[in-house]
């Protein structure tokens, strides 16, 4: 009798000990010590350069963490609290909402600063060989959409769509879905060509999900093309095809001017100038979001907002631009330079 | 009598000799060999796929195990520098803020034009380390071996294909030109990729490398190991020597194998909830996501161990019974060394379903961009098939290989956790 209460006290502290190790690993929640970013998935290609950026120039900090969790999403988690379990910045490739500011500010974090890091151009270009189209973003919508506001789509050449078009055939070559350019083109042009029908808007808010499928949807049987992954590609088969639409970044056509130009949209020319006062219907602004509270206690935070809103990162010929980001106007750039120093927190009448 | 045999003889006849005989003997050789070759065909598919997965993989992944460099002098001016050798020497943070992407450029463009980039915008990593190893380096002009761009290094491995159309390749004339270039200089040399061995995630393919996840699903394993194992052997060493057999027993039976059925994101929701959202522990962290994947591959083990235990032949339990011993002396001293063998297959197969998951991974957010390798089980990681399926997603073309490297990686680090454990499944085996 002995030997089995020796071993099942044995038994019985084995599974102790096994338990108190789970419980010691939970409790190991200590204090952050590197920046947590979350957000967009437009917006981490270039959070996560100006990252690797800080975390070379500044060998002092721990590496920030950079996660891609779409914008919503990102700005949820974000406004879930203040303290080192939540995030301290938010990516977003919109404006946050006023009702996502009062989440924020119900749990606590008080103090958003909003900066406004530059302009995403998603533009329409076509072969300089071509004769010069001009095209408006209903245009874009009625010829690609697989259903054009609910109806069967039926068109073949872009004199179907809108008569004073050439009756040349729809061939419009674009980025796969899994590209952050075709959720731009999606918004921008699909949704932006869908939404001039009242009827569309109306149906917005009755039937959301309705509204989505129409405007969002893009046909399948061969007017659109996905180019895969290589640009160049795109620029190379629009030299050869004189009559194909190539949707692309602001910063491609930029740097093949000498093959390709713009396919104005509703008669404003996609230029450098027009993409930054967002009068090119196509282009948006990007931002991130700080918790001011958490730039006071997360080392390195302040460093890291230095980073992004210095001129070799975001400005004209910055490293951002070399990866497709437009830079915003001077005086944009120094407005928000100057909040991101001063930590001008956002206030509600300034989303509406 | 006679009668009766005649007309059986007539009917069916086992007569070896006789046509009908002969005539299914000949069927059933050739259902025989047709069976045979319908499995020798079978296992000539399987190999095929395995074949052309692991030539495709290998093909592809090789070259990131190699790394090009360009020979540059680079001259370590203190004026562009900003900082002296003496200021270096006595307070060395100062060459933190050092202007060494300049220094490198100068140089470079010194060396070998700058029409088009040729070095990495990491390269200059290496001239800081460099500096801070020996201050003295200040001002004298150095010959250096500096990380290549992607582009320069694809056309360096050969994967470029140089007949295409420009427009069709991803890097144009100028770095061809520039390339060939440094090749006749003898500039530029193609080494071990210590980088894509030693470092974590880039955004830049020749930067990024592989450790910083491997090293996160070393740990996510222990730490799966360490819960799922123990917990899943005890678990199936209660049911089957000491539960008595009712219903609650046998709806826990029933739960335990539909929890193994279970998809694996359901998991990754549950480890969000309660891991997470409730317990408040770190996102990303390789705790939260071995104990995510511990749950997933409890009910595996738990499985498995029971099928390893039934398979221990009632008569040892009776002998020891028999000559005076205790359950749990009949458990720890007899049972479970038999079954262990087994036990531990099941933790295989449990373990490499684990290493081999991203799904509920992604859930807990160990889907980050992470330039460092995770230090300890609460700091950020990610995992290697996570990583893998980052970087297929990346549209840098640099980032293909690496996507195959990553990809052997893992195949390498599953083989290895393999031979392990059947190393130690053998060492255990006892026969009877």
Redesign the interface.
């Known amino acids: ?1 002995a ?2 209460s020796v ?2 006290a044995n ?1 019985i502290r ?2 102790g000990l ?1 338990a108190a ?2 419980a010691l ?2 409790s ?3 204090s ?1 010590t ?1 920046i ?1 970013i979350v957000g967009s998935s437009t917006v ?2 270039f959070t ?2 100006v ?2 950026n800080f ?6 900090y ?2 920030p ?4 969790t779409g914008t919503g999403g990102g700005i949820k988690l974000f406004c879930d609290g203040v303290g080192s ?1 939540f995030p301290d910045v938010a990516n977003a490739s919109r404006r946050m909402k006023p009702g996502e500011l009062a989440d924020c500010q119900k749990n606590g974090a008080k103090d958003i600063v909003e900066i406004k890091i530059g302009i995403d151009g998603v533009v329409l270009v076509q072969g300089k060989k071509g004769a010069p189209f001009n095209l408006t973003l209903r245009d874009v919508y009625a010829a690609l959409a697989a259903e054009p506001f609910g109806k069967k789509q039926t068109a073949k050449t872009w004199k179907d769509v809108n008569p004073a078009l050439p009756a040349t055939r729809i061939e419009v070559i674009g980025p796969p879905p ?2 952050g350019t075709r959720d731009a083109f999606n918004e921008l042009y699909m949704v932006g060509g869908c939404d001039t029908d009242p009827a569309m808007k109306a149906l917005k808010k009755t039937d959301e999900s309705r509204h989505k499928e129409i405007c969002n949807k893009i046909r399948e049987d061969g007017a659109y093309v996905e180019a895969g ?2 640009d ?2 795109i ?3 629009l ?1 050869t095809n004189p009559t194909a639409i190539g949707v692309l970044g602001f910063s491609f056509l930029e740097r093949n001017m000498d ?1 390709i130009r713009d396919v104005p949209i509703d008669g404003v020319p996609a230029t450098y100038q027009t993409i930054s006062d967002f009068s090119y219907p196509a282009s948006r602004p990007l931002f991130i979001y700080v918790k001011a509270q958490h730039v006071h206690a997360i080392r390195g935070l302040r460093e890291f907002l230095d980073e992004y809103t210095s001129e070799r990162a975001w400005g004209p010929g910055g ?1 951002l631009q070399r990866r497709g980001l437009v830079p915003a106007p001077d005086d944009v750039r120094a407005e928000n330079r100057a909040r991101a120093e001063a930590l001008t927190p956002l206030t509600k009448g300034d989303l509406e | 009598m006679t009668d009766r045999l005649s007309t059986l003889d007539a009917v069916t006849p086992t007569v070896w000799s006789s046509p009908q005989m002969q005539a299914r003997i000949r069927r059933r050789y050739r259902q025989e060999r047709l069976f045979k070759y319908t499995g020798i065909a079978a296992l000539a598919l399987a190999a095929g796929f395995l074949l052309f997965l692991m030539t495709s993989v290998i093909s592809d992944g090789w070259t990131s195990f190699k790394q090009t460099e360009i020979s540059v002098p680079v001259v370590f001016d203190p004026v562009r520098l900003g900082v002296t050798a003496e200021q270096a020497k006595a307070d060395p943070t100062l060459l933190r803020r050092a202007n060494f992407p300049g220094v490198l450029a100068d140089s470079v463009a010194k060396a070998h034009g700058d029409e088009v980039e040729i070095v990495s915008d990491g390269g200059w990593l290496a001239l800081r380390e460099a500096v801070e190893a020996d201050p003295a380096l200040i001002g004298k002009t150095v010959p250096m071996w500096v990380i290549a761009t992607s582009n320069i290094d694809q056309l360096a491995k050969g994967r470029i294909d140089l007949d295409a159309d420009e427009g069709d390749r991803p890097v144009n004339d100028a770095e061809v030109a520039a390339w060939k270039r440094l090749e006749a200089k003898g500039d530029i040399r193609t080494v071990l990729n210590t980088t894509f061995l030693t470092s974590a995630d880039s955004v830049d393919p020749e930067l990024a490398g592989i450790w910083g996840a491997l090293k996160g699903s070393f740990l996510t394993a222990i730490i799966t190991l360490l819960i799922s194992f123990p917990v899943g052997v005890l678990a199936a060493i209660y049911l089957e020597e000491f539960a008595p057999k009712n219903r609650w027993t046998d709806l826990i039976e029933v739960s335990i194998n539909n929890l193994a059925a279970v998809p694996s994101i359901i998991f990754g929701l549950l480890g969000l909830a309660v891991f997470l959202n409730t317990m408040n522990m770190p996102r990303s962290a390789p705790v939260v996501g071995g104990l995510t994947l511990a749950l997933m591959t409890l009910p595996v083990i738990v499985i498995a161990s029971r099928a390893a235990i039934k398979a221990v032949p009632p008569s040892i339990r009776d002998a020891a019974l028999g000559i005076g011993a205790s359950p749990v002396q009949v458990v720890t001293h007899h049972v479970l060394p038999l079954a262990l063998p087994g036990m531990l297959t099941g933790t295989i197969l449990g373990m490499a379903r684990a290493l081999g998951e991203t799904a509920p991974l992604l859930m807990i957010g160990m889907r980050a961009f992470l330039t460092s390798v995770p230090q300890g089980f609460t700091q950020p990681a990610t995992a290697l098939p996570v990583q893998i399926f980052i970087w297929s997603d990346n549209v840098s073309r640099g980032f293909v290989e690496k996507t195959s490297g990553a990809i052997i990686v893992l195949l390498l680090f599953l083989l290895m956790i393999n031979s392990l454990a059947i190393y130690l499944r053998n060492r255990f085996e006892v026969r009877w």
């Open positions: 009798m030997g089995i071993n099942r038994l084995t599974i096994g190790a789970v690993l939970a190991c929640t200590d952050r590197q947590r981490f290609p996560t350069v990252a690797e975390s070379r120039n500044n060998p002092e721990l590496a963490i950079v996660e891609a379990r899994t590209s992954e290589n160049n590609l620029v190379q088969k030299g093959t490293y």
